[in-house]
């Protein structure tokens, strides 16, 4: 609540609330990590997106997106919206995975749920889905985005439950993508 006081409006005239995620998944420091790709897509995705911390240039880990993990997020914090960051990064890959559910203990779980030693335990489920070559950077308009990439913001957009409005396919302001 101290959102609302501090910027001097009553909680109930925020009708719109945007989420900002990135077009994979990035993790700092140990813990459970279902999705990670410590492999060469990880550093493919960890050179293109720049993934060190500012500060320390440690590497982050980085995987494919986890609409499980998204959708939690989403339904915990009532987005109405969303801004997809960093779509950029994935160009040039033959095929990208999204993670949609995760197997557990010999059954399928759908959820997300809290708990690192559950997590520590899940194999992601993944939809394959066609990657998209060329630079994307130069794009103004997301009708003019590769069909492919298109396509990969609507899936994650069904997968997590709340429009994607913003789509950023570059580092400039310009690179941002109203629909």
Sequence with gaps: LGLFTGAGVPPQTVQNFVGIMKAYSTRVGGGPFPTEQDNNIGQYIRER????????????????????????????????????????????????????????????????????????????????????NGNITGIRRFEELPREAQNYVKTLEKLVGAPIKIVSVGAERSATLIR
């Design 49 to 132: 997106g720049n993934e060190y911390g500012t500060t320390t240039r440690r590497p982050r880990r980085c995987g494919w997106f986890d609409a499980v993990a998204v959708k939690y997020a989403v339904d915990l914090c009532g987005v109405t919206h969303i801004a997809l960051t960093l779509l950029d990064v994935l160009s040039g890959l033959d095929h990208i995975q999204v993670c949609t559910g995760y197997k557990y203990r010999g059954g399928r779980m759908e959820y997300f749920r809290a708990d690192m030693d559950v997590l520590g335990e899940v194999e992601p489920i993944y939809e394959t889905l066609p990657g998209w």
